[in-house]
């Protein structure tokens, strides 16, 4: 607690005071007192503002980590300069935090145009005096624009904390910026719109603990017009063919989108520092265009700079236009006008692509192949300029990373404008920009969601798979993006771990089979298709061994198993978690991204390498033996998880094969260091050319030279209903019948139905984590059909109440469904035992035990992986595994009412406890609750006993005998005889059974019917 202090006015000598810090922060006095209007107060921390997050209006903290949030509390003191509570705060920020108030999002956004700026009452902790800048320096943001405080424009200034004790600081609105190196959610127009204001935000200082107090945030002075008024360009680089006319139109924007309230005059002339000569490459042009006082809002006039002709090849060459403007806020940056790269092999549409991708690499300067070699977060530009300055690859949306608005025609147009940054570049060569679409277009509102990939191995349905990776490629792609990091080729082998919903399943020959994927999303393995508007890049990810991190052995943040160590042995490496790379790398795949996880072959006496580091396993198995020819990006930020100091994880990293990093807010540094190291001769030139080489080669292929920005011709198909039938199928096909007593699935139309359980009418628990945000989050985050909607259109006649917590009477109905399971996560934060376990919530428990209790009850569950429910399940009379189906709720109902059958089957063992995990199989003890392919079906049930097995497996043998083992009809072989074991088994499921049962699925995938059928058989003799 700081000392107490007499409690102020303000007195002559605090005026002066303030008068002094203003101006030190504007260079000018403030405006007299008597001329300014009555302050508007902000907010006075009297408890009139309620500490509450989105979308309630009120105050949030905010951090990179828990404890980087501040703790805030409201205080009474004597020395309050403004009523008698002051905000008080306690700090201690790791890599960036500090608190927020934004206003209610269902109220009308604040209208500050009529004050020239901000001031509040900050209490200083200092106890000498300081020169002015020397203190700790604190950042203030206003929000502007967008639909509320969380889709806002962020426009920031700061102040230094050189004071003892409280002082004044007032910041005209003129002082802020508009923040270039981050928006939450992209920038809206970079206008700064008082009228359309959302809140403001304090950032604290790191380096060690600290305390603030702050107190009366209010509005004050006359507003300056010349702040309400900017002039726009367009957009910065205006590219142009040789010969041909740069038109660079300009525009005056206000505030409010009035009218201008003064004359603004643009002076330009074309100036020094290009790379284009005068005279010879282009006419210099000078003049000015005037906007008079009253002209409309948005009214555009135009500047023309004629180019010449020389008729030689030549890269591109840039012409500033520069302007002065008065009467208005000046472009962040001049217009360059430039004169596009012509005439050079590597532009020649009809040289095969390696002569293209050889001829450009020998022109590159070591600067613009490190710059190929770096991709970097959009949000953490420093500047926008920084694309063409460094060069850079590729850019990449995170999860949660989207434009504003977040549609499909922003995602297009957010692109393009970086893409049209790379005009100024020598070689105009174009960023390939990357997202993570794991189940869909999943960071763009209304596009079509998928099952997450268990779900999709749970359908077993090849042909399926490739379908779900085709719409997935046709949304991505018209929206801008080339390159999709997806898909995931785990083998889950522990569903403790967090990203389990990843993975297609526990077994490699699974994973493997669903890799048609692959090519729905890229088209031919020769990549030949990738050029077209309707395919993407495909990156098989993590390379290799994440779904085997053993449960305890991570060691980044409260993670206990992402990001850990696998231990395997040479035979179990090979089998299990190379084996869909190999797949991977015959299907075509574009690019491979290493796991942040490390990889222990037991016997090799080297310990756990960090996979970023294993040049064994990148460049001696993934590009010699396997003989892969696309490019290896790096994780977000992964290579820093290297031992040892930042150049040494560069060289590291890069001498280990990776050929593109993703240093989402380090591209400058990362781009310093390459260079530094290759300079000393720590990295060969051969392997930068090998790399830049690989990263081009897909440039070309993906048509990215000829056709740099959006193709937006598909952009109507996204979320469409063709697209959502594709993704409906899915989720039908996903759904695994665990359970089904008494056949009270599927429900008749007639019946009345009484409906609960938490992620019953949830979108987004339905969906999961890697939805709209990183994490996803639960309620309607986007468009689609929850499972109590999809049951009310599948039945619309029919009684069904719905009861959340099933507080509602149960009394009169037919049968009750509860569906339950798990709230969103991703990666490392949905870790058990990271404020996870597998277990369902004590409310979901409540809900089962009432409904199932009163009626005959089906129990869903939604989640990413199995939920323990073995002491629940005798008084459940159907279980159905649910999966994360996505938007298409509607694919639930399919199969609940009977349109299409129950036929998915686990892709993963279903245990009894936790303590039985990892269990997967193959495992020499195996005694799970329910197998791994296991699954119900509500088609016509099939009879028979052994003497039918026997009749299948000689049908097999003739199969197999004709090379046919690993055909369509030995699949439906296998699947009667599955059909006939299942049916003696029932729920009476023991070790015996268990084993024989699930290794049977697994040997139908890797292509022997006749193994498969002969392992069911022993499955149903150990029946009894």
Request: proline share 7%.
């Amino acid at each position: 607690m700081p000392p107490v202090r007499p409690r102020r006015t303000l007195s002559a000598a605090v005026v002066a005071a303030t008068a002094v810090l203003t101006g030190l922060l504007t260079g000018g006095p403030p405006n007299a007192a008597a001329q300014e209007p009555v302050p508007r107060v902000v907010d006075r921390f009297e408890g009139e503002v309620p500490f509450a997050g989105p979308p309630a209006e009120g105050l949030f903290t905010w951090g990179d980590a828990t404890g980087s949030h501040p703790r805030l509390e409201l205080t009474e003191r004597a020395d309050a300069p403004e009523g008698g509570k002051v905000l008080e705060g306690r700090y201690d920020i790791g890599g960036w935090g500090g608190f927020t108030h934004d206003f209610a999002f269902d109220r009308p956004a604040h209208d500050w145009t009529a004050y020239k700026g901000i001031r509040l009452w900050w209490y200083g902790q200092n106890t000498a005096p300081l020169p002015p800048g020397s203190g700790r320096r604190i950042a203030l943001e206003i929000k502007d624009g967008g639909a509320n405080g969380e889709a806002s424009e962020l426009w920031t200034t700061s102040f230094t904390d050189d004071w003892e004790g409280w002082h004044l600081v007032e910041i005209p609105f003129s002082a802020f910026v508009y923040r270039t190196d981050y928006q939450p959610v992209g920038g809206i127009d970079q206008v700064l719109g008082l009228d359309r204001m959302w809140g403001y935000a304090v950032t604290l200082p790191t380096g060690g603990p600290g305390a603030f107090a702050l107190d009366g945030v209010e509005l004050y002075g006359t507003a300056e017009p010349a702040l309400t008024t900017r002039v726009v360009t367009k957009s910065v680089v205006h590219p142009v063919e040789e010969g041909g006319s740069a038109r660079v139109d300009v525009s005056v924007a206000t505030t409010g989108s009035g009218p201008t309230g003064e004359p603004v005059t643009v002076t330009y002339g074309t100036g020094d520092g290009g790379s284009a000569e005068p005279g010879k490459d282009y006419r210099p042009v000078t003049g000015s265009v005037v906007f008079p006082a009253g002209t409309p809002s948005g009214t555009t006039r135009s500047i023309t700079v004629p180019t010449m002709r020389d008729g030689a090849a030549e890269s591109a060459e840039t012409v500033p236009l520069r302007l002065t403007v008065e009467g208005a806020k000046a472009p962040a940056e001049d217009p360059l006008v430039v004169v596009n790269a012509h005439g050079l092999p590597y532009l020649d549409t009809r040289l095969p692509v390696r002569r293209r991708v050889a001829d450009l690499v020998s022109r590159m300067s070591l600067a613009e192949k490190a710059g190929q070699m770096t991709q970097a977060e959009r949000n953490a530009l420093k500047a926008p300029g920084d694309i063409a300055g460094y060069g850079l690859g590729s850019l990449l949306s995170g999860g949660g990373s989207v434009p504003t608005p977040n549609t499909p025609e922003a995602w297009a147009a957010m692109v393009d404008a970086y893409q049209l940054r790379t005009r100024a570049t020598r070689f105009q060569i174009p960023l390939i920009y990357g997202v993570d679409a794991v189940h869909g277009h999943n960071n763009v509102i209304g596009a079509t969601i998928m099952p997450h990939n268990i779900g999709i191995g749970a359908g077993r349905d090849p042909e399926l798979a490739a379908r779900t990776g085709a719409v997935t490629a046709k949304e991505v792609r018209a929206t801008g993006v080339p390159w999709d990091f997806a898909p995931c080729v785990c083998v889950t082998r522990d569903e403790r771990w967090g990203r389990s919903y990843e993975a297609f399943g526990e077994d490699p020959a699974l994973v493997t089979a669903m890799e048609t994927v692959i090519n729905g999303m890229q088209g031919a393995r020769n990549g030949k298709d990738l050029d077209r508007n309707d395919k993407v890049l495909t990156s098989a990810k993590h390379f290799v061994g994440d779904g085997g991190t053993a449960f305890g052995s991570s060691t980044t943040g409260s993670y206990t198993t992402d990001q850990g160590v696998t231990r395997v042995s040479r035979a179990e490496l090979e089998a299990v978690h190379l084996a869909p790379f190999a797949e991977a790398v015959k299907r075509g795949t574009g690019t491979v991204m290493p796991s942040y996880s490390s990889l222990d072959v037991l016997g090799d006496d080297r310990g756990p390498v960090k996979m970023h580091a294993n040049a064994e396993m990148i460049n001696g198995v993934l590009k010699d033996r396997m003989g892969f020819e696309g490019f290896v990006i790096s994780d977000w930020q992964a290579i820093d998880q290297i031992p040892g100091d930042y150049p040494g994880d560069v060289r590291t990293s890069v001498n280990a094969g990776l050929d593109m990093i993703m240093v989402p807010t380090n591209y400058q540094e990362f781009i310093r260091t390459l260079t530094a190291e290759v300079e000393a001769g720590r990295i060969s030139t051969a392997r930068i050319d090998d790399a830049v080489a690989r990263v081009l080669t897909q440039k070309f292929r993906l048509g990215l030279f000829e056709k740099p920005y959006a193709d937006t011709t598909h952009l109507p198909s996204i979320g469409s209903p063709a697209h959502r039938a594709v993704a409906r199928e899915a989720v039908a096909k996903s759904q695994v019948l665990l359970k089904n007593e008494g056949a009270v699935l599927p429900l008749k139309p007639t019946q009345k139905v009484y409906v609960a359980g938490s992620n019953a009418d949830d979108l987004g628990n339905q969906a999961g984590g890697w939805t709209i945000s990183w994490q996803g989050a639960s309620g309607r985050t986007t468009t689609g059909t929850t499972i109590l909607e999809g049951m009310r259109k599948a039945a619309p006649d029919a009684d069904i109440a719905w009861s959340k917590d099933a507080s509602a009477p149960t009394d009169g109905y037919d049968i009750g469904v509860v569906v339950v399971g798990e709230t969103p996560y991703a990666e490392g934060f949905g870790d058990v035992g990271n404020g996870h376990d597998l277990e369902l919530s004590p409310a979901d428990k409540a809900a089962v035990d009432k409904v199932c209790a009163a009626m005959p009850c089906a129990v869903l569950v939604v989640s990413g992986r199995p939920q323990l429910i073995g002491d629940r399940l005798p008084a459940v009379d159907a279980l159905v595994a649910s999966w994360l189906p996505g938007t298409e709720g509607d694919g639930v109902a399919d199969v609940l009412y009977g349109t299409r059958p129950f036929t998915g089957r686990l892709p993963v063992t279903w245990p009894r406890s936790e303590a039985q995990l990892p269990v997967n199989v193959g495992d020499s003890s195996y005694d799970p609750q329910f197998p791994y392919g296991w699954g119900l079906t509500t088609l016509t049930a099939r009879s028979g006993g052994e003497p039918a097995l026997r009749a299948v497996r000689a049908a097999a043998e003739v199969l197999r005998a004709a090379g046919r083992g690993g055909s369509a009809e030995g699949r439906r072989l296998v699947e009667t005889a599955r059909l006939i074991v299942q049916d003696k088994i029932g729920q009476d499921i023991t070790e015996a059974v268990a084993k024989p049962f699930a290794e049977a699925d697994h040997l139908l995938l890797t292509g022997d019917p006749v193994g498969a059928i002969g392992r069911l058989t022993e499955a149903y003799r150990a029946a009894g």
